[in-house]
């Protein structure tokens, strides 16, 4: 007689069990993914300057870095802010370096590059470290660039907040070990580093979501 109702009490339980297994993918299925808010959601559908401020000793070494970073930032801001309501006007990276070149300290000055380009934003990114090879051994390579990452209101009321600092960007590539350095990788990692820099700086202005 147990026996009887052992065997009935798991017949009872198959049906629960298959709802489970075969509830338990739709139960994850949205948990797999996480929207992230912008940092900074102003610059839809205003002008925007995108200014690199670079330590002399890295001009030194990469003489068109400073250009090289805003470029690859610009680029990958009108790709992601693209949209209708989304789209963003920037400044031509080439007319700001050619401005910097004639006047060295405007790049020091965020808000008289903005008021020179008649730009609502300048998104200000300057430099801590950049490197892309290794310091103490020279024959690897691994792109590190740091910055801290600013928005200057150009056109913000004198008795209103003028600046708004976001937080750092720390990048790294590769990011688990150095490579050994040859004829033909040096360039990829370079411009690897500049693309994975741009895609963090860019992200905080927009919507985004990530896989968990």
């Given at each position: 007689m147990r026996s009887k109702v052992v065997f009935g009490v798991l017949l009872a339980l198959?049906?629960?069990?298959?709802?489970c297994n075969?509830?338990?993918?739709?139960?994850?299925?949205?948990e797999?993914?996480?929207?992230?808010?912008?940092?900074?959601?102003?610059?839809?559908?205003?002008?925007?300057?995108?200014l690199v401020w670079t330590p002399p000793e890295t001009i030194f070494e990469y003489q068109f870095a400073r250009f090289e970073l805003a470029s690859y930032v610009s680029d990958k801001l009108a790709a992601e802010m693209a949209g209708e309501k989304?789209?963003?006007?920037?400044?031509?990276?080439?007319?700001?370096?050619?401005?910097?070149?004639?006047d060295p300290d405007a790049q020091l000055d965020p808000r008289r590059v903005g008021e020179h380009?008649?730009?609502?934003?300048?998104?200000?990114?300057?430099?801590?470290?950049?490197?892309?090879?290794?310091?103490?051994?020279?024959?690897?390579?691994?792109?590190?660039?740091?910055?801290s990452v600013a928005v200057h209101d150009v056109?913000?009321?004198?008795?209103?907040?003028?600046?708004?600092?976001?937080?750092?960007?720390?990048?790294?590539?590769p990011e688990h070990a150095p490579i050994l350095m040859n004829p033909t990788n040096s360039l990829m990692i370079r411009e690897q580093t500049y693309r994975k820099f741009a895609?963090?700086?860019?992200?905080?202005f927009y919507d985004y979501t990530v896989d968990l």
């Open positions: 198959i049906p629960m069990t298959a709802a075969w509830l338990t993918p739709l139960i994850f299925v949205g797999h993914k996480k929207e992230i808010s912008a940092e900074f959601s102003k610059l839809a559908g205003t002008r925007v300057a995108i989304t789209s963003v006007d920037l400044v031509d990276p080439c007319d700001v370096e050619d401005f910097i070149e004639k380009f008649d730009a609502d934003y300048v998104v200000y990114l300057e430099l801590v470290l950049f490197q892309i090879r290794d310091p103490e051994q020279p024959q690897f390579l691994r792109g590190r660039i740091s910055a056109r913000a009321d004198p008795d209103m907040p003028q600046s708004f600092e976001l937080a750092p960007v720390e990048t790294v590539y895609e963090e700086v860019a992200r905080k």
